[in-house]
């Protein structure tokens, strides 16, 4: 049996990616509609996630939603710019999210 602190860690950090996929969504989506750009999944994975002040490409553990956030402080990397709230507010919305449709489905 998995304790349950671990099952609330893995909902949650699931609902925080997918609330982080959504973030992506939200903010590439409208280009498909400026560049006319038919492949949907290729623009949502490629060009790779950067700092918008100085292109750093953010690399795998500086893209671990909520987490990187806090262990970065908010600033990118490399230029330390400051990372919007938003961002992370969405991820931790739907890392939330996640914690109480999973309570509410083992209740039932
Ligand atoms: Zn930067």
Not at 23 to 47: C, D, F, K
Not at 65 to 92: A, N, Q, T
């Amino acid at each position: 049996m998995i304790p349950v602190c671990l099952q609330l860690f893995c909902v949650f950090f699931y609902g925080s990616v997918m609330g982080s996929f959504i973030g992506v969504a939200y903010t590439r989506l409208p280009l498909l509609e400026q560049r006319n750009v038919t492949n949907v999944i290729r623009t949502l994975s490629y060009p790779p996630s950067a700092c918008p002040v100085c292109k750093h490409h953010i690399r795998w553990y500086e893209n671990i939603p909520v987490f990187s956030y806090v262990f970065l402080r908010g600033k990118c990397s490399d230029c330390k710019s400051v990372i919007p709230f938003d961002h992370v507010l969405v991820e931790l919305g739907a890392g939330v999210l996640g914690v109480v449709v999973w309570y509410v489905a083992i209740s039932l």
